[in-house]
């Protein structure tokens, strides 16, 4: 059975740094045979306000499927006013109350242009992923000074930073193998043993 991962990128702005980060955790996570990955860009979806009509409701039909049926989650958010962005937490109000993130791993990666990186929006986005009861795993990537970090083109110019935010996708990967493959492998084990004593 592959390990699917959804992505989310928290920012809709054109040429965005979210993205150029998120891009390097893609590239990690495709470097997994086992790891299907369905990234989910929201300047696409449209998503309506909490309580409101979807115009396309299958697009968001689409994005709430992909979500409920991943093993983990990558959520990507630009750091904006001391927090997440709005995009971004118009995506988690928009998979449903209770939400469709509960009992999901959770990999957090927060991007800023400021000096202190983008520490109050992963918090945020920490304590709110706990709320709808996600796993958010403990170790947090943000990136600082973003626009040192990556040239308009993309490309990145600091190849610590590099790794620490290609961590975001490989800690998913190893928590999903550690505890959600290891907790059904030995229930397959379990069952299996349950049938030849029948
Ligand atoms: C509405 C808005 C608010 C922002 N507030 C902050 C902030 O509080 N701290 C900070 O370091 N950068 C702030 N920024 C800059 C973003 O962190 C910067 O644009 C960075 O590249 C990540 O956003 P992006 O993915 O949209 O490019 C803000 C940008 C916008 C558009």
């Known amino acids: ?3 699917k991962i959804a992505t989310i990128c928290g920012s809709v702005r054109p040429g965005n740094y979210t993205s150029m980060a998120l891009n ?3 590239d990690e996570l495709a470097k997994y045979p086992d790891v299907e990955v369905t990234p989910t860009y929201l300047e696409h979806l449209d998503l309506p306000l909490p309580g409101l009509p979807a115009k396309n409701p299958d697009a968001i039909e689409q994005f709430q499927n992909t979500v409920k049926d991943s093993t983990a989650v990558l959520l990507a958010s630009p750091e904006y006013h001391g927090g997440i962005s709005s995009p971004m937490k118009l995506a ?6 209770p939400s469709m993130l509960a009992n999901k791993p959770v990999s957090l990666l927060g991007v800023a ?3 202190i990186g983008a520490i109050k929006s992963t918090e945020q986005l920490r304590a709110i992923c706990a709320h709808v009861g996600a796993i958010p795993l403990p170790a947090v990537v943000s990136v600082a ?3 040192q970090i ?4 993309g490309a990145c110019l600091d190849a610590d930073m590099e790794k620490l935010i290609r961590s975001s996708a490989t800690n998913l990967i190893e928590y999903v193998k550690d505890t959600v493959c290891a907790k059904v492998s030995l229930e397959e084990v379990l069952r299996q043993m349950g049938e030849r004593h029948e």
């Open 1 to 3: 059975m592959p390990i």
């Open 24 to 26: 390097l955790a893609l």
């Open 92 to 97: 988690i109000d928009n998979l449903g109350f």
């Open 113 to 115: 242009a400021g000096v």
């Open 145 to 147: 000074k973003v626009q």
């Open 150 to 153: 990556f040239d308009p083109d």
